[in-house]
Nanobody, 118 residues
Framework: QVQLVESGGGLVQAGGSLRLSCAAS????????MAWFRQAPGKEREFVAR????????QYLDSVKGRFTISRDNTKNTVYLQMNSLKPEDTAVYYC???????????WGQGTQVTVSS
């Protein structure tokens, strides 16, 4: 059973930065597509970014392009989300997810809160 544990969330002022981490255990991390999603209060969960197992292919939500960067370290079984130039609308619970095949996400973390004050 794959377990995902996020960390790095917190409170930051608009324009600031945070780096989220997601540590995986119990599976073959290096073969998974990894992604970050977020859910703001009263809104549906939305895709933020993903990275394929090689670490080369990435995809982003349009509103975070140029501000967020997803990366992974397969030697540490960890995926990261570097978030710069944060905006109040980035406030949400951020979830890490793993897909064994394609983009069907089989495993999810418990989430980490990111709050951006104006």
């Amino acid at each position: 059973q794959v377990q995902l544990v996020e960390s790095g969330g917190g409170l930051v002022q608009a324009g600031g930065s945070l780096r989220l981490s997601c540590a995986a255990s119990g599976g073959t991390f290096s073969r998974y597509t990894m992604a970050w999603f977020r859910q703001a209060p009263g809104k549906e969960r939305e895709f933020v970014a993903r990275i394929i197992w090689t670490g080369i292919g990435t995809q982003y939500l349009d509103s975070v392009k140029g501000r967020f960067t997803i990366s992974r370290d397969n030697t540490k079984n960890t995926v990261y989300l570097q978030m710069n130039s944060l905006k109040p609308e980035d406030t949400a619970v951020y979830y890490c997810a793993a897909a064994v095949f394609g983009t069907t996400y089989n495993y999810w973390g418990q989430g980490t809160q990111v709050t951006v004050s104006s």
